[in-house]
């Protein structure tokens, strides 16, 4: 127990001593944190009524950034593919870090969530016990319960191995290898559940389609790679722990393989949704053509899918995929081009035209924007005090010493 | 089985043992009988009434012309076909009467009995609460208005009217 | 085939569909458990640290609940309100039925609930669009028509409220049971159990239900004092609420305050196991049209064509 004390202690001193540029980060996303959780209190204490959502479009970027970021969660279990399954030894070194990524994932989700409720006083109605839990009826209900055993299993996973790392001791695989198959199992259960929780709505056509299991998969292979493979760029870089170059590849080569899948099974719904020409497919028409004078969101999914065509040209050119610098500006177009095509686009055109084919358009405001800013400038901040902490154990740096104990 | 599994099987056990207890609701007493039905008598349409006390000492002269005095219809005549004329729903015999297409003689406080000689289906509908005003109770006495309280015999198509407010164009949102 | 079997052959098909017996009654209530929880505190009162579920409330509870709601309203706005609930009757089940031959978009139902309601002007249960003749189509719906006087030549008019589903995709939506069928089939809401997540509003194909996005304030001379928790009282920020076929009103026997407020008579109310009710003979004797009758949602409300 002293031992476990004593090793939090270092970690918080490694993550509060830095050098100057790290202070600067740090000290630059704790500030935006800071307004996020300004903006998050007059949600609370204004009411929603001071976003831009309203009875016709009642979820609007708060429920966009969960979409995605579950995907990001659940992306995390490509890499334990290869470090569980193929037993790579590279990869089992970014597990951790994979991990790390996937429980800050879930931590933003659960934020999001929790800022966009009408009454956040009364999330206890949610807990078991507590409150009363409309299984299994309510998706929702579901929803809660797979993201509750997903933070569970992505805190456990990266906390045994760090701490067993600091102690020098080897990690019992009895204590992994059963958490980490089943965090793979549950990638694709939080996804599905979160798919199903859209598509099991016959009263919104737009996700009430066999196809938006599949592309919640398929999109979240991309965005999650792509973000992944980003923050590892910047561990290679800031972080002084060198990640290894197959670690890169295999992301890269994730990203080719899943980003043509990705814009085929969009390619079907397009081609459905708009061939077929019913009163139903409005919402598609609107998400690519605008009804009226609502034209906003067509420019943001003409340009996503402008950005995951120029990303896919520069995966699949050799020459042009092996420099570092096109391959992380292709990593960066996909992030936000899944932002958009699974976020605000597979959310917002699920209100619009409402049930009764009224047609509201709804643009995120400044006091959503803000928030939604702080809780990813949190996510940043927990990331980076996390990774330097991992980093840290991993290369050894940080470790029980003998007078320690 | 590793302990997040374990918490896995407490949450869904916790979670759907809430959902077993049956809910124990006391019933209000069962609605009586709603049967029931009175029509309200309708008040006079035109100051004169009854036609008696200006028609008593004339001779009703039953060929159609040009109305002059004040018998023209306020909003104007507009009921069935062009060549209407008063003695077609008028008694010709008793001017204080009204008659059926038949000419059965009905009352004035019976105004449903002549529309419905002619727009029977109207009549059924309204014995059985389908047409018209509901007034009353669903489980208790009803109120049943005749035709005449909404519409105006000799122009009996209802006329447009002033709509209340639109919601606002963002939704209901101000 | 005997009317009476043809009758009861024709409320089975279209209410009873999916149950064999007349048991739905107590399946739309034998998910409806609760337990009891605290609420975080904040700051306003001992009480409501204990809220409880509804449907877990004691006589005890409920009345200090209701003197306690009543106290706050006098104490806001100065009006003296009495909050009660008044309890489904056994063997009612009510439904609503609306002559599109009739109405004429004039929206007197839409401000006659607004008022029996207590709702705030930014929110409004029923919605009345306005269609081209010869379609029902709601994609090329009008809703804010405005015009000097309705109806519009070559237009029809649509009004739609909550449908009291008997197969409700909002009720299997909430996550924590703040909403179900009560036994005469009205849905309800526990405004204080809610925890606006919305969920519900994105299932229902109604567009039934609101959201109160910020506290609702009413003129205190439009209050309506005649309240019932489940009801019209006065709604919590943060919460959905959404048509209760004025239950206030219903299960004292008045007829809903939108059929009383309907110049054209269009609207008809009443318990559809009683044989002599309106409702009864609008589906014995009218061809009937059910809003979205594909989504399976079996609504107890019907349009027909008088």
């Known amino acids: 127990m002293i031992r476990y004390l004593q090793y939090l202690k270092s970690c918080a001193g490694c993550v509060l001593r830095g050098g100057r540029n790290y202070y600067l980060w740090m000290g630059g996303l704790f500030v935006l944190t800071f307004l996020g959780g300004i903006s998050w209190y007059h949600h609370i204490a204004d009411g929603l009524g001071i976003t831009n959502m309203s009875n016709q479009v009642s979820w609007g970027i708060g429920i966009a950034n969960f979409v995605y970021f579950v995907g990001v969660a659940a992306s995390v279990a490509l890499l334990i593919v290869p470090a569980y399954i193929y037993r790579i030894e590279e990869f089992k070194a970014v597990v951790v870090l994979a991990e790390i990524i996937a429980v800050i994932s879930v931590v933003m989700c659960l934020s999001f969530i929790i800022s966009d409720l009408g009454r956040p006083d009364r999330l206890l109605h949610l807990s078991p016990g507590l409150g009363v839990i409309n299984l299994p009826s309510s998706h929702l209900a579901w929803d809660v319960m797979v993201f509750s055993v997903q933070l569970v299993l992505s805190l456990y996973i990266p906390a045994y191995l760090l701490y067993k790392r600091y102690l020098g001791q080897a990690p019992n695989l009895a204590f992994v290898l059963p958490p980490v198959m089943l965090s793979m199992l549950w990638a694709v259960i939080i996804h599905t559940v979160t798919a199903f929780l859209l598509s099991a709505l016959k009263s919104r056509d737009f996700w009430n389609t066999g196809l938006l299991a599949p592309r919640f998969l398929v999109s979240a292979a991309v965005s999650g790679p792509a973000i992944i493979l980003l923050c590892f760029a910047a561990i290679n870089r800031y972080g002084g722990m060198r990640i290894a170059d197959r670690v890169f590849d295999y992301l890269a080569h994730v990203l080719r393989v899943m980003l043509p899948v990705n814009l085929f099974l969009l390619g079907c719904e397009v081609f459905t949704e708009l061939h077929s020409g019913t009163a139903v497919t409005e919402s598609a028409r609107y998400l690519f053509f605008g009804l009226g004078e609502h034209t906003l969101l067509p420019k943001f999914i003409w340009t996503a899918i402008v950005f995951d065509v120029v990303a896919l040209v520069i995966l699949l050119v050799p020459r042009w995929r092996q420099q570092p610098r096109l391959l992380y500006a292709s990593c960066a177009l996909l992030v936000f081009s899944i932002w958009v095509e699974k976020g605000m686009g597979l959310v917002l055109p699920g209100f619009t035209p409402s049930p009764l084919g009224e047609v509201v358009e709804y643009v995120p405001n400044a006091s959503e924007i803000v928030l939604t800013i702080g809780i990813l400038a949190a996510g940043a901040l927990l990331f980076t005090a996390a990774a330097k902490v991992t980093i840290a154990v991993q290369t050894g740096r940080l470790r029980l010493q003998e007078g320690d104990a | ?174 | ?306």
């Not at chain 2, 049956?22 to 309200?40: G, I, L, N, T």
């Not at chain 2, 509908?125 to 208790?140: C, V």
């Not at chain 2, 009803?142 to 209802?158: I, V």
């Open chain 2, 1 to 174: 089985m590793t302990r997040s599994s374990c918490l896995l099987a407490l949450l869904c056990a916790s979670g759907c043992n809430q959902g077993i207890e049956p809910m124990k609701r006391d019933f209000a007493d069962p609605p009586p009988a709603s049967s029931v039905v009175m029509v309200e008598d309708h008040p006079a349409l035109i100051p004169t009434f009854p036609c008696s006390s200006c028609h008593a000492d004339r001779e009703p002269d039953p060929r159609p012309r040009k109305l002059v005095e004040y018998h023209t219809p306020k909003n104007g005549f507009d009921h069935g076909t062009k060549d209407g004329w008063c003695y077609r729903c008028h008694s010709l015999e008793n001017i204080d009467r009204l008659r059926t297409t038949l000419g059965t003689p009905v009352a004035f406080s019976d105004p449903q009995d002549l529309c419905g000689s002619c727009h029977g289906d109207k009549l059924i509908d309204w014995k059985a609460g389908l047409h018209g005003l509901n007034r009353g109770s669903w489980n208790g006495p009803k109120l049943r208005q005749s035709c005449t309280f909404c519409h105006d015999p000799h122009k009996p198509a209802f006329e447009p009217m002033v709509p209340e407010r639109p919601p606002d164009v963002l939704g209901e949102r101000t």
């Open chain 3, 1 to 306: 085939m005997t009317p009476e079997a043809r009758l009861g052959e024709l409320v089975r098909l279209r209410l009873g569909r999916h149950d064999t017996r007349r048991g739905f009654l107590k399946t739309a209530l034998a998910g409806a458990a609760v337990a009891s929880a605290s609420t975080a505190c904040d700051g306003a009162g001992v009480e409501k640290l204990l809220s409880k579920h509804y449907l877990k409330l004691t006589d005890e509870d409920k009345r200090k609940l209701f003197a306690r709601i009543e106290a706050e309203v006098l104490a806001r706005s100065g009006v003296r309100v009495t909050v009660g609930d008044p309890q489904p009757m056994a063997g009612v089940e009510f439904v609503h039925a609306l002559d599109l031959s009739l109405c004429n978009g004039n929206r007197r139902c839409v401000e006659a609930c607004a008022r029996e309601n207590n709702l705030p002007d930014d929110i409004r249960y029923l919605r009345v669009v306005e269609v081209d003749a010869g379609t029902l189509e709601l994609a090329n719906a009008e809703h804010a028509y405005d015009p000097e006087l309705v109806p519009r030549s070559g237009k029809n008019y649509l009004p739609v409220q909550c449908q009291q589903c008997k197969k409700p995709p909002c009720v299997d939506a909430c996550p924590v049971k703040a909403t179900w069928v009560e036994p005469d089939g009205i849905v309800v809401v526990d405004y204080d159990w809610c925890i606006g997540c919305r969920y519900c509003q994105a299932a229902c194909p109604y567009y039934a239900r609101r959201f109160n996005f910020r506290e609702p304030s009413i003129e205190p001379s439009r209050i309506n004092p005649d309240q019932a928790y489940l009801s019209n009282r006065i709604r919590p920020a943060g919460v959905v609420e959404k048509c209760t076929y004025c239950l206030h009103r219903t299960r004292r026997g008045r007829y809903p305050a939108c059929l009383e407020a309907c110049p054209t008579g269009a609207r008809k109310f009443g318990n559809i196991n009683d044989e002599n009710s309106e409702v009864r003979r609008m589906l014995e004797r009218k061809r009937t049209y059910v809003l979205k009758e594909e989504l399976g949602t079996v609504p107890r409300f019907f349009y027909f064509f008088g």
